[in-house]
């Protein structure tokens, strides 16, 4: 019989790098390069934002800062507790399940996902509340964990979500990282099938390609960055994380011209 997966509800206690402000804020940075390009303009002033899977806060309050009305939704209660306590004066906080989310409809600007959708039960039900609550002009910001990445991120373990599941927990139990392994993740095919609500577009290649104007300098080698567009691409199967954006009706980046420039996700 399948075992039964349970929520995770204090993630923030089980993986260290949930408080590492240095690096959230980092991350939070490209995610608002990102969506300045795609939207044309530089800050979220006057937008209502959507954090999916907040925990310690750290990533709503840049998102508050870049001028943004924000909303942190999560079930980690230690991790909300913190981000309360720290920047309740000006980002909300719900502790809420993001297959119910306490939203209106067509009420949020922009909703950021952001290496969330492995961790939750039912991902296709979170998708789907997300595209419910998002205006019919909004954005949604994608940060995807490939299954097909060679080093797998939460446990450093090689080929290990390329695995069946009973050896994933054999696996995970044999290094001492963990008793099971908890995560799920998709290849690109699924993930496109999970979010064929959305127009999409692939940021991956020109956060690579131009890590400095992203803000992404710390996680893209800058050797990395020089390889050849068409030769980086040959790479894509297995490339770690996908950057993607999408709205609910069809819609182009804004920004300015980037090399290589953001391109839409074929179906």
């Given amino acids: 019989m399948a075992r039964q997966r349970t929520k995770q509800l204090e993630y923030s206690q089980l993986q260290e790098k949930m408080l590492d402000e240095a690096g959230r804020?980092?991350?939070?940075?490209?995610?608002?390069?990102?969506?300045e390009h795609f939207l044309g303009r530089r800050?979220?002033?006057?937008?209502?934002?959507?954090?999916i899977g907040c925990s310690a806060g750290f990533i709503a309050d840049e998102l508050h800062r870049a001028g943004a009305r924000t909303i942190g939704v999560d079930i980690d209660v230690p991790g909300l507790a913190r981000a309360q306590e720290r920047f309740g004066d000006g980002v909300s906080f719900l502790c809420a399940d993001g297959e119910r989310l306490p939203l209106a409809d067509e009420s949020i600007d922009i909703a950021v996902f952001n290496h969330i959708y492995e961790h939750?039960?039912?991902?296709?039900?979170?998708?789907?509340?997300?595209r419910r609550v998002l205006r019919p002009d909004g954005v949604i910001y994608l940060g995807l964990g490939n299954r097909w990445g060679i080093m797998e991120p939460h446990y450093r373990l090689p080929f290990l979500s390329y695995l069946p599941r009973s050896l994933?927990?054999?696996y995970v139990r044999a290094f001492g990282r963990a008793d099971e392994y908890?995560?799920?993740f998709r290849g690109r095919r699924g993930l496109v099938r999970m979010l064929r609500g959305f127009y999409l577009w692939d940021y991956t290649f020109s956060v690579i390609g131009d890590?400095?104007?992203?803000?992404?300098?710390?996680?893209?080698?800058?050797?990395v960055s020089k390889v050849p567009a068409p030769l980086l691409k040959l790479a894509r199967p297995i490339i770690p994380t996908f950057v993607w954006v999408g709205t609910k009706t069809p819609r182009a980046p804004l920004g300015p011209p980037v090399s290589p420039a953001p391109l839409p996700v074929l179906r």
């Fill in 211 to 223: 890590p400095q104007a992203f803000h992404a300098s710390d996680t893209v080698p800058g050797f």
């Fill in 43 to 51: 800050g979220l002033d006057g937008l209502l934002v959507a954090d």
């Fill in 120 to 130: 939750v039960v039912d991902p296709d039900a979170v998708v789907a509340e997300l």
């Fill in 168 to 170: 994933a927990d054999r």
């Fill in 25 to 35: 804020r980092a991350k939070a940075t490209k995610m608002l390069r990102v969506l």
């Fill in 182 to 184: 908890y995560e799920r």
